[in-house]
């Protein structure tokens, strides 16, 4: 399946969708948590789906209550086959997390994309602290059997932040107090910070240092709880962005005190030269002359798909630092970058960490997404300032964590067939 894409004026409102992370995070702390939990406004999502079967598959029921999820927590059992994690590596890693607290043998795996991505400093860390483990070098499927025992690790902080949300996750619940030691630079470090809010919110509170090095989680347990998901910042930065090139776009549901990494597209905004207006939970972006950027994305590495793509129309040659994790997302989006944007007939050249575009009128083009959402969402953006119709193959990879995406599209004026 493919759609096409003509180029248009966008204006009007849309809401952000419910967060993605913070919807994976609540999941998590509602299955540990004795009683039940209410999650207003989550996601539904192909991903965050896969975390609600892998919960079933432990034994947590869960159930829908109109658009919100019901979580009955407390206490996790053996699962009878494979936990299927889909293409979801967040729902792979902490549902790894939330196995290394049971004493039988638990495996994990998925499809062919998620089988690619490094799980092997987990792994490592978790074996620290008394849990086994096997797997294909660090790649799944991945058989964890427990109990977590407890005490000190190292963990690496440069590969996955995943990893060490997953262990804060499950830590309250070892046999004895966990004190982690990230090793390497922290990158991505505000998605450590959410899952210490989530724990927070859900009654744990988890010790820190100020750089986040050190982390100490006492032995206690979750209580549960009712809570609405914020507005996903990483997806409304589509929306930012459509307003920004082409006319004036409104986005509702966003929390500017959120502690997600994405929230980092206002800045980003505003150094380009964006007009863009906050008021209240309303973000608002106009078409604008943008000048070029340099940045380090190494915190919120997920902006760069978009980000790269508004500077392909901007002044001058923006410069990007921080990326070589993306060679492992769903797609390697730095390959999966430059072979739309070469395509489009944008300057853009770079390295395993590092990338340089040069702003110009992109064109049409065939843009395949190599199945990633981000990269999706990204050139239907840029499409509405093409020369020419752009065709996006593949467009309903987008399930995975914006649903909605054509539909919201099409409400503020995109021409799509």
């Known amino acids: 399946m ?3 894409i003509k180029p248009s004026c966008l204006t009007g409102t849309v809401s952000a969708p419910p967060s993605k992370s913070m919807t994976h995070r609540y999941l998590i702390t509602s ?3 004795d009683g039940v939990s209410l999650l207003k406004n989550p996601l539904h999502s192909d991903d965050t789906v896969a975390t609600v079967e892998g919960l079933r598959k432990l034994g947590i029921n869960t159930s829908n209550e109109g658009c919100d999820w019901e979580i009955q927590g407390g206490k996790l059992t053996p699962p009878d086959s494979i936990i299927n994690c889909n293409e979801s590596g967040t729902t792979m890693r902490l549902l790894i997390g939330l196995c290394s607290l049971l004493d039988q043998p638990c495996t994990l795996s998925g499809a062919h994309s998620l089988i690619r991505r490094p799980n092997k400093p987990l792994l490592d860390a978790l074996e620290q602290l008394g849990v086994q483990t096997q797997s294909n070098a660090g790649h799944p ?3 964890v059997t427990g109990k977590m025992m407890g005490g000190y690790a190292d963990i690496s902080g440069d590969i996955s932040s995943q990893f060490i949300s997953s262990i804060l996750l499950a830590a309250p619940y070892a046999e004895s107090p966990v004190e982690l030691r990230i090793t390497t630079k922290l990158e991505s470090k505000p998605y450590v910070k959410m899952t210490l809010d989530a724990m927070r919110k859900s009654g744990i509170k988890a010790e820190c240092s100020k750089s986040l090095e050190h982390l100490h989680v006492p032995n206690d347990r979750y209580s549960p709880l009712m809570t609405k998901i914020e507005g996903d910042w990483s997806s ?11 006319g004036k776009v409104h986005v509702d549901n966003l929390d500017l005190a959120s502690s997600q990494a994405d929230k980092e597209i206002i800045r980003i905004l505003d150094e380009m030269g964006a007009y863009i207006k906050i008021n209240g939970k309303r ?4 078409k604008s002359k943008l000048n070029s950027l340099e940045t380090d994305l190494s915190d919120c590495p997920d902006l760069f798909p978009i980000v790269a793509c508004l500077c392909s129309v901007a002044d001058g040659t923006s410069r990007f630092t921080g990326l070589s994790r993306l060679r492992i997302k769903e797609s390697d989006r730095l390959a999966a970058m430059m072979e739309g944007l070469q395509k489009m007939g944008i300057e853009i050249d770079g390295d395993d960490d590092s990338v340089r575009i040069t702003g110009g009128s992109p064109r049409k083009a065939v843009i395949d997404p190599h199945n990633d959402h981000r990269i999706a ?3 239907a953006v840029l499409s509405h300032v093409a020369e020419g119709e752009t065709t996006i193959l593949n467009p309903e990879c987008v399930s995975k964590s ?5 539909d919201d599209l099409r409400k503020i004026g995109a021409k799509i067939r």
Not at 236 to 246: I, P, V
Not at 283 to 286: D, Q
């Open 283 to 286: 973000v608002t972006t106009e």
């Open 141 to 143: 499927p991945i058989t």
């Open 2 to 4: 493919s759609i096409k």
């Open 402 to 406: 914006y649903p909605g995406f054509w």
């Open 31 to 33: 299955a540990l948590a």
């Open 377 to 379: 969402m990204s050139f």
């Open 236 to 246: 409304a930065a589509y929306m930012l962005a459509a307003g920004t090139l082409t």
